[in-house]
T-cell receptor
């Protein structure tokens, strides 16, 4: 079965530093990888999507990489701010077959940015 | 504003009782999903619907039922057969079921047992 691992349940960094979150997967060949942000008591909010044939994607202070050989995605937040504190989820998706449309989520990494 | 509305925000169930969680979207999305989130376990898929009048079981469908009679509505019933229903339930939708579409989530319903 598919397995998705996100690095350490919690990550604490100082304001202004770059936060790097890791998503590793096994037994799966995703066509897409997505990252979401979730605040306590709220639903996840979509941040970025990267395709299997893309190496890197950027959006403002966010950057995602996707290495299908290593089966890994890295999610970077540069110049981090306390407002970036949240849980970040990675999710994998196929574009064919019986699992069409389904997202498989990791457990998330809780990021805390302290002043 | 377009979005997904889940109600109620908090729900309490008595032993042996069925309860229904509401999910409505005005995004004109074809696909809708129900997830369960437990502490430390991430999101697990209960049911999903790629189009009106069609739905498929996810990974943990036992003890749950759904219907998709209208495009904008995808209610989830937690039956008495679900022995551990206490969790945070999230509904989501996407434009369609494939092609890398992101999912839009509601703000969840927290279900507890009395």
């Amino acid at each position: 079965s598919q397995k998705i691992e996100q690095n350490s349940e919690a990550l604490n960094i100082q304001e202004g530093k770059t936060a790097t979150l890791t998503c590793n997967y096994t037994n799966y060949s995703p066509a897409y990888l997505q990252w979401y942000r979730q605040d306590p008591g709220r639903g996840p909010v979509f941040l970025l999507l990267i395709r299997e044939n893309e190496k890197e994607k950027r959006k403002e202070r966010l950057k995602v990489t996707f290495d299908t050989t290593l089966k890994q995605s890295l999610f970077h937040i540069t110049a981090s701010q306390p407002a970036d504190s949240a849980t970040y989820l990675c999710a994998l998706q196929a574009d064919r077959g019986s699992t069409l449309g389904r997202l498989y989520f990791g457990r998330g990494t809780q990021l805390t940015v302290w002043p | 504003d377009g979005g997904i509305t889940q109600s109620p925000k908090y729900l309490f169930r008595k032993e042996g009782q069925n309860v229904t969680l509401s999910c409505e979207q005005n995004l004109n999305h074809d696909a809708m999903y129900w997830y369960r989130q437990d502490p430390g376990q991430g999101l697990r898929l209960i049911y999903y619907s790629q189009i009106v009048n069609d739905f498929q079981k996810g990974d943990i469908a036992e003890g749950y039922s759904v219907s998709r009679e209208k495009k904008e509505s995808f209610p989830l019933t937690v039956t008495s057969a679900q022995k551990n229903p206490t969790a945070f339930y999230l509904c989501a939708s996407s434009i369609n079921a494939g092609n890398g579409q992101p999912q839009h989530f509601g703000d969840g319903t927290r279900l507890s047992i009395l």
